[in-house]
């Protein structure tokens, strides 16, 4: 029997980004969709984390975070393209993934290396899904630390198999009472892509990046990062 997820609290797209290779250290970098409710993730031992990372776009938002009054919640609205609204009868992916590494969008990816490597303990990494916006962000983050290509992707692509949960809690959470001040979308005008993670989208930004002198990191330096959060996020990420 299928397991059913509870769209008012559980998770449908969270893990441990240390589950995208053995090389990465366990409890220091989560990744998932929005949480709806302050609740935990079913047999987490901890939480909640000392950092959360909100990538959505401040009117995605709507009124508050659920865990803004039990830890440290940081805005980083990395395009405000990415959010479900936005992507109604939006094209191709990996188009919408090329926009994200430009200007703010850029600034913001950045800017979420820069917060995981400054953190004292365990950082969340979200946005609506936790499939684009931190998608992007955590291939980076992957990259930049040296987990090699192919473990990227998979980890990019695990979050395929995430998506029918992520739906139906998208669709509680654009369309339930507590959602007047969010605005409205409706699912079936998502491309396609949307309700997707094709290992085609991660791969045009490695591509990017591979393309830019200096590699990932050259082009997180040209985006307005420093080589010093490189080196602290290899030293908070990297087991031992």
């Known amino acids: 029997m299928e397991e059913q997820v509870d ?60 865990l803004e009054f039990h830890t440290f919640v940081e805005s980083i609205p ?34 979420v290396i820069e917060a995981v490597a400054a953190a004292d303990g365990t950082v969340l990494v979200h946005c ?13 983050m992957l990259t930049l630390v040296g987990i090699d290509r192919a473990a990227v992707v998979a980890d990019y692509v695990a979050t395929a198999a995430n998506m029918p949960g992520v739906l139906a809690r998208m669709i509680a959470m654009f369309s339930g009472p507590d959602a007047a001040s969010v605005p409205t979308y409706d699912a079936a005008k ?6 997707d993670a094709p290992a085609r989208a991660i791969e045009t930004v490695l591509d990017i990046w591979d393309a830019t002198p200096g590699g990932a990191e050259g082009w997180f330096v040209t985006a307005g990062g420093d080589t010093a959060a490189v080196t602290r996020l290899r030293a908070r990420i990297l087991a031992d």
Request: glycine letters at 10%; zero cysteines.
């Open 7 to 66: 769209t008012a609290r559980d998770f449908a797209n969270f893990r441990d980004v240390a589950t995208a290779s053995a090389l990465l250290r366990e409890g220091v970098v989560w990744r998932a969709d929005a949480p709806m409710s302050a609740s935990p993730p079913p047999g987490l031992a901890t939480w909640p984390p000392s950092v959360v990372l909100d990538l959505r776009d401040p009117n995605e938002r709507g009124a508050g975070h659920p």
């Open 128 to 140: 609506t899904a936790g499939k684009d916006r931190t998608g992007v962000s955590v291939a980076l």
């Open 78 to 111: 990395v395009l405000a393209d990415a959010s479900p609204a936005q992507m109604q009868g939006r094209g191709d992916l990996a188009d919408l993934y090329r926009l994200m590494l430009e200007g703010n969008g850029a600034r913001g990816i950045v800017r």
């Open 190 to 195: 998502l491309p396609a892509s949307a309700l």
